[in-house]
């Protein structure tokens, strides 16, 4: 089900399309939507996807009075699903991606359009971003560190990159696909795998977003074990054909590191057939590499469009 509650259609094509996927966030959605709002660079669109919200979300976007806001109603079918269906109604020559209890800085539009008319050949930027759980702000530790070139091997062991700090030229959805819909969490991880893989990544290195977390309606927080997802996404890596020799070992290495880990936590649970299933998963993908760039005939080298 997708009700198209408030559309004023862009005249012509906005340079970035901003998508906030929201599912009963009302008391904060409100700031992110004005934080997009009271941009200084205003030649976008807004794409509010409301993946089923029955908090009162609605009748909070009938207050706003914007041409540039298009605002969709979905049956709730999860925030990868939410996404895709703002990348679908989406006109933008740019993605920028801003969940619902996050913000950005008024600049964050135009330094990324800066950045972005400097780099042209650049098709995925970021930024650095201010930290707060429980109002407080947080200290990133160095594995937070935000990366910046050919980037694939710092996705592996973590998502190193923030969705709502990103602006992503079309083309790249093109590429390499949207947001898998299957994955119940870490669909952010999985997506940065396949982008990464193929693609240079910018930083910009400002404080343009602010990510408010440590509350309990996170998915993060109320889906158990998250490293059944990640598993998923490095074997989908391993059998995609697209990797260079050493970033299938780097990948297969980061694979047995979760398994294993995932194995010990299940052994813990009494659960021996998880346990036992997760700690032989890697077997499958430890063949015998040749010393060539690829572990197949379908194998990409990394570009930049």
Not at 84 to 90: E, I, K, M
Not at 103 to 117: F, G, M, R
Not at 219 to 225: D, M, Q
Request: charged share 25%; aromatic share 10%; with cysteine.
């Amino acid at each position: 089900m997708l009700l198209l509650l408030y559309n004023n259609p862009m005249n012509t094509q906005p340079f970035f399309s901003v998508i906030i996927p929201s599912y009963n966030r009302k008391p904060f959605l409100e700031t992110a939507i004005n934080s997009v709002l009271k941009q200084t660079f205003d030649d976008l669109e807004l794409i509010i996807v409301d993946d089923g919200s029955s908090d009162g979300t609605k009748e909070l976007i009938s207050t706003y009075d914007d041409k540039r806001i298009t605002y969709l109603y979905l049956a709730n079918h999860g925030v990868s699903h939410a996404r895709n269906r703002g990348l679908d109604r989406a006109h933008g020559q740019y993605i920028a991606f801003l969940d619902s209890d996050d913000y950005w800085v008024p600049e964050k539009l135009s330094k990324t359009y800066d950045a972005i008319k400097q780099f042209p050949d650049i098709n995925i930027f970021h930024t650095e971003e201010v930290w707060y759980r429980d109002k407080k702000l947080l200290n990133q530790k160095q594995k937070h560190k935000k990366p910046s070139g050919f980037v694939y091997k710092n996705a592996l062991p973590i998502c190193c990159i923030s969705i709502s700090t990103v602006a992503i030229r079309r083309v790249v959805f093109d590429a390499i696909g949207t947001f898998d819909e299957t994955l119940e969490a870490c669909e952010d991880y999985d997506f940065w795998l396949r982008a990464t893989n193929k693609y240079e990544i910018k930083l910009i290195p400002e404080d343009l977003t602010i990510k408010d977390g440590g509350r309990a309606d996170q998915l993060s927080s109320s889906v158990w074990g998250l490293d059944r997802f990640r598993i998923k996404s490095l074997e989908k890596m391993l059998s995609s054909g697209t990797l260079s020799t050493d970033d299938h070992n780097a990948t297969l290495k980061e694979l047995t590191k979760k398994c294993k880990i995932f194995a010990l936590g299940a052994a813990k649970h009494d659960n021996s057939e998880v346990a036992e299933y997760y700690k032989t998963l890697p077997n499958k993908y430890s063949v015998k590499l040749s010393s060539g760039p690829s572990v197949a005939s379908g194998g990409i080298s990394k570009k930049h469009n």
